[in-house]
């Protein structure tokens, strides 16, 4: 078994991303005004101090939708991949690896 596609791709990879990261440095304009120099919020000029309640609503809801995200990434193939869950989990599943 050779690992030579597999080297090539990765190569290329690096190989684009570096182009990606580095020509935009070279070829960008730089013409720096007083205004592109302060600091951007929201619209608002930042002079003032961050004053009253923070809603943690959409951090919460975030938050939990990457919890129950990232434990469905690891519970759902587990049935496919054992068999023994439920019965026959492994053909109700859509694991095209579970064999």
Do not use: H, N, Q
């Amino acid at each position: 078994m050779t690992y030579a596609p597999m080297l090539m791709v990765f190569a290329i990879s690096a190989l684009v991303a570096g182009a990606l990261l580095l020509l935009p440095s070279l070829l960008a304009p730089r013409r720096l005004t007083p205004v592109k120099a302060e600091p951007f919020e929201c619209g608002k000029d930042p002079i003032e101090i961050a004053e009253g309640r923070f809603a943690i609503k959409f951090s919460t809801v975030a938050i939990f939708f990457i919890l129950i995200d990232i434990e469905l990434l690891f519970i759902w193939p587990w049935p496919c991949s054992t068999g023994s869950s439920a019965g026959s989990a492994s053909s109700r599943c859509s694991c095209s690896w579970a064999s």
